[in-house]
C-alpha cells in the first residue's frame, strides 16, 4: 500500500504527540533512564528515541566464466533509521521507524507497530513488521554477520502489514498472523471497473528452550507460511552474495504464483561458543501451472574470544543485546568475536527460463569488535559461488567489507 505522507513528517509528528502525552501526565513526576537514548517515563506513560547508523566500506570482485570480469569498491551508508517507542500503560504500546536510508538511498518505514497485551503472557500486534524465521526477525543490531545472506533473501520474509497473535511462558512462544503487502508497496492498480489486491499470506512460528541455564541454552523453533501475489507479480526466489552492494548472479526470476514454506530453526549457546543453523523449503506453484521445488539453508558458528556469551530471548524467541564483560567507557577494551557461517540456496528443481535459476554456495568469515554495547565495528570476507548449470554461466564473487554501526 502507498505511503500517503512523507516519512518525515510523520515521524516529527509521532514525536510530538508523544512529548505532548509526557509532558500531559502532570499527576506523577517525569523520569528519565538511560537505555541508549533518554527514555521518558511518567508513571506507566513512556517515550523514548529510537535510530540506528551503519556505514560500509565493501570491496568486490567479480570472476565470470562468460563475460567480462571486473572489481569494484564503494563507501556507502547502509542503512540510517530514525524513530520513536513506548507505551501507554502495561497494556498498550507502540513503535514507528523510518529509513532514511537504505542500502543505497531509498527512504521508507521499517517497524510501525502497535501493540496490545492483555497479560504477560500474550498480546496482539498490527502493523508492519517480520513474523517468521529466528535471524529474521532478530534485529540487525545483534545478528552477528554483517547480512542476513542469502536464506533470508530467498525466504523473501521482509516487513509487511500484519495482525499477528502471540503467547508465551518462561521458555516457549507461539505466533500466527495473517499478512498483507508492505506499507511501502505501491497500492494495487485500478484501472476502469478492474480492481486489484494485495499478495495475502498466513503464517506461524512456534519455539521452545528445552535448555535455558546461566551458561547453556538452546532453543529450536519451526514456522511455515503459505502466500497468494493475488494480482501482484509473480514471486521471485534470488539471493545477493552475503553483502546488500552489487548485482544477484542466482535467480528464478518472476515465477511463483503461490508458495508454502516450511523452516526449521536452532541455536545452541554454549558460554563464549554458539552454533546457530536454518533450514527452508519452498513448495512453488509457478505462474505457467508447473509446481517446482527450492531449498535454502546455513549453518553458523561463533566464539567471543573475550569470554561473552549470545543473548537469546527465550521468551521473545529473538537476539538480545549481548552483555559486554569490560566495555571501554568502564575503563576495559570491550568484546571480540569470531566467526564462521555456510550458506546454500538451491534453485536448480526450477526448469525453464531464467538461466540463472541455479545454486548458490558462500564462505563467509568474520570479526566483530564491540567497545561497548552499543557500538560495534565489523569485517567479513566472504567467498560466493553462482552455478548456472544449465548454461555453464558460472559467476564467482570475492567481498570484502568493513562497517562502524551505533544505535541508540
Known amino acids: 500500500m502507498m505511503t500517503k505522507t512523507s516519512l518525515a513528517c510523520g515521524s516529527a509528528l509521532g514525536a510530538l504527540m508523544a512529548l505532548a502525552l509526557v509532558s500531559g501526565a502532570s499527576a506523577q513526576e517525569t523520569t528519565t533512564a538511560w537505555k541508549g537514548a533518554p527514555q521518558f517515563s511518567n508513571d506507566t506513560l513512556t517515550f523514548k528515541v529510537r535510530g540506528r547508523v551503519y556505514m560500509d566500506v565493501v570491496s568486490q570482485e567479480v570472476d565470470r566464466e562468460t563475460g567480462a570480469d571486473f572489481s569494484s569498491q564503494v563507501s556507502r551508508v547502509r542503512t540510517a533509521r530514525l524513530g520513536v517507542e513506548g507505551t501507554w500503560n502495561q497494556n498498550w504500546a507502540y513503535k514507528a521507524e523510518a529509513a532514511i536510508s537504505s542500502g543505497g538511498g531509498t527512504t521508507q518505514w521499517e517497524d510501525v507497530v502497535l501493540e496490545y497485551k492483555p497479560n504477560d503472557f500474550s498480546s496482539i500486534m498490527v502493523g508492519n513488521f517480520k513474523t517468521v524465521s529466528l ?66 499470506s498466513i503464517n506461524a512460528r512456534a519455539t521452545w528452550a528445552p535448555i535455558v541455564t546461566d551458561t547453556q541454552t538452546l532453543h529450536l523453533g519451526i514456522w511455515g507460511r503459505q502466500r497468494d501475489r493475488s494480482d501482484q507479480a509473480g514471486f521471485n526466489y534470488q539471493v545477493r552474495n552475503n553483502t546488500n552492494y552489487g548485482a544477484r548472479y542466482t535467480s528464478s526470476g518472476a515465477i511463483g504464483d503461490n508458495d508454502t514454506m516450511i523452516g526449521l530453526e536452532g541455536l545452541f549457546i554454549n558460554g563464549p561458543f554458539s552454533v546457530q543453523a536454518e533450514w527452508a523449503n519452498i513448495d512453488i506453484d509457478r505462474t505457467n501451472g508447473l509446481t517446482e521445488t527450492a531449498q535454502a539453508y546455513y549453518v553458523a558458528a561463533s566464539w567471543f574470544v573475550t569470554g561473552e556469551k549470545r543473548n537469546m530471548d527465550v521468551k521473545k524467541g529473538e537476539l538480545g543485546r549481548t552483555k559486554i564483560l569490560a566495555p571501554m567507557t568502564a575503563g576495559g577494551f570491550g568484546a571480540f568475536e569470531l566467526a564462521a557461517r555456510y550458506d546454500s540456496a538451491d534453485l536448480t528443481d526450477i526448469t525453464g527460463a531464467p538461466t540463472t535459476a541455479g545454486e548458490y554456495t558462500a564462505w563467509t568469515l568474520g570479526a566483530n569488535w564491540y567497545p561497548f554495547p552499543y557500538v560495534r565495528f565489523m569485517a567479513n570476507y566472504t567467498r560466493s559461488t553462482n552455478d548456472n548449470f544449465s548454461v555453464g554461466s558460472d559467476v564467482d564473487v570475492d567481498t570484502l567489507q568493513f562497517r562502524a554501526q551505533f544505535d541508540f
Do not use: C, H, L
Open 135 to 200: 535471524e529474521n526477525i532478530s534485529s540487525s543490531r545483534y545478528i552477528t554477520f554483517m547480512e542476513r545472506g542469502p536464506f533470508n533473501d530467498i525466504i523473501d520474509a521482509g516487513r509487511v502489514m500484519n495482525i499477528s497473535g502471540k503467547m508465551n511462558g518462561e521458555n516457549w512462544t507461539v505466533q500466527a498472523a495473517i499478512s498483507g503487502d508492505s506499507i511501502n508497496a505501491a497500492d494495487p492498480t485500478v484501472t476502469g471497473t478492474a480492481g486489484g489486491s494485495d499478495q495475502v
